[in-house]
């Protein structure tokens, strides 16, 4: 399987993997690789309904299932010890809501891919001194293509990933503004199609942010 960040650059969007039911997380994954997704991030749950041991058990299942099809990672890690969870069940990623230098360094250590979430030129600063490989802008939509390309005139070597508020349409705006990929969860694992299990409804999803995002 190509590295990491060839696969990002190739298909430039990670699909957010966010309460999915454990009996229906390889079907869904199945459904986005047939959708030419390759990196997923299951997300710690912050209100802690669900332990963060159930999380890191439903990425290994997918590390796992996926193995050499796809790239698995955490998503809303804010504590060192998720990171020690990932890294310890074959996760390949960490990403947060915010920036966060101790998380950034302890992923780096464990060899994990480190995203960062940020909203101001500062925090983007912090990431990229603290090592992250990607930041980040989160949220996407209340910053918009014009803020991307703004702050890559100072910070030409930031890659930069639009989360939140993107869409098939307006994914251009972001690519030409210079941003590297996407984060997309509910415009494409919505959860009305969980409900009726309509995973080709999914994979067509997948396709549509992976298409417009080429």
Do not use: W
């Amino acid at each position: 399987m190509k590295s990491f960040d060839e696969l990002f650059l190739q298909t430039r969007v990670v699909a957010i993997l966010r309460k999915v039911e454990p009996s229906l997380l390889c079907d869904v994954l199945d459904a986005l690789y047939d959708g030419g997704i390759r990196l997923a991030e299951i997300t710690y749950d912050h209100s802690s309904k669900i332990s963060d041991e159930t999380i890191a058990t439903q990425i290994h299942t997918a590390c796992e299932y996926m193995a050499d099809r796809m790239y698995i990672g955490a998503g809303t890690v804010t504590r060192a010890s998720q990171v020690e969870l990932t890294a310890s069940v074959g996760g390949s990623f960490i990403i947060s809501p915010n920036t966060d230098v101790e998380i950034i360094k302890l992923s780096r250590k464990h060899g994990l891919i480190s995203m960062p979430g940020a909203m101001t030129v500062s925090e983007i600063s912090t990431a990229l001194d603290a090592g992250a490989d990607y930041v980040k802008l989160f949220p996407a939509s209340s910053l918009g293509p014009k803020f991307v390309k703004a702050v890559l005139a100072p910070f030409s070597d930031a890659r930069l990933v639009a989360v939140s508020g993107v869409t098939p349409e307006n994914m251009r705006e972001y690519l030409d503004a210079g941003c590297v990929g996407f984060g997309v969860g509910s415009g494409i694992v919505q959860s009305a199609l969980l409900s009726k299990r309509d995973f080709n409804a999914i994979s067509e999803n997948a396709r549509r942010y992976v298409d417009a995002a080429r």
